[in-house]
């Protein structure tokens, strides 16, 4: 194998890894956007928000002493990120909304630049 060979090899390699990197994070905004209005409808329903610790379990399992629960509110359960992490969920919102709603990207931990970079809802 030629070495430009290896090398335009290589640069295909990345580009499509690139593209799949993007095509994930576009799916976690998607997923969480799906996510934020399914928490909206629950706080219509319900009168209030999912608490943390209840999380987003609380949009597919009807918790005892919630008459007013209309779901499930999603159709095929809670997803897991591109990753196959869970989102973090906390309410209240700590940066000026009613809930935080994340993913830690690729890397699984918080901060990050490119695909390891957080997904929020903020």
Same mark, same amino acid.
């Given at each position: 194998?030629?070495?430009?060979?290896?090398?335009?090899?290589?640069?295909?390699?990345?580009?499509?890894?690139?593209?799949?990197?993007?095509?994930?994070?576009?799916?976690?905004?998607?997923?969480?956007?799906?996510?934020?209005? *399914?928490?909206?409808?629950? #706080?219509?329903? !319900?009168?209030?928000? =999912?608490?943390?610790?209840? $999380?987003?379990?609380? @949009?597919?399992?009807?918790?005892?002493?919630?008459?007013?629960?209309?779901?499930?509110?999603?159709?095929?359960?809670?997803? *897991?990120?591109?990753?196959? #992490?869970?989102? !973090?969920?906390?309410? =209240?919102?700590?940066?000026? $909304?009613?809930?935080? @709603?994340?993913?830690?990207?690729?890397?699984?931990?918080?901060?990050?630049?490119?695909?390891?970079?957080?997904?929020?809802?903020?």
């Amino acid at each position: 194998m030629s070495a430009c060979w290896r090398r335009a090899s290589s640069r295909a390699a990345l580009a499509t890894s690139r593209r799949v990197g993007k095509s994930q994070v576009k799916v976690a905004r998607a997923q969480i956007d799906a996510l934020g209005k *399914a928490l909206d409808q629950f #706080r219509r329903d !319900v009168g209030h928000y =999912p608490t943390s610790e209840e $999380g987003l379990r609380a @949009l597919v399992v009807q918790r005892s002493g919630e008459p007013n629960w209309a779901g499930p509110y999603l159709r095929k359960g809670v997803p *897991a990120d591109p990753w196959g #992490r869970p989102y !973090v969920y906390q309410q =209240p919102g700590t940066h000026g $909304g009613d809930f935080d @709603l994340s993913s830690y990207g690729k890397d699984g931990r918080p901060g990050g630049n490119g695909e390891d970079a957080d997904i929020t809802n903020w």
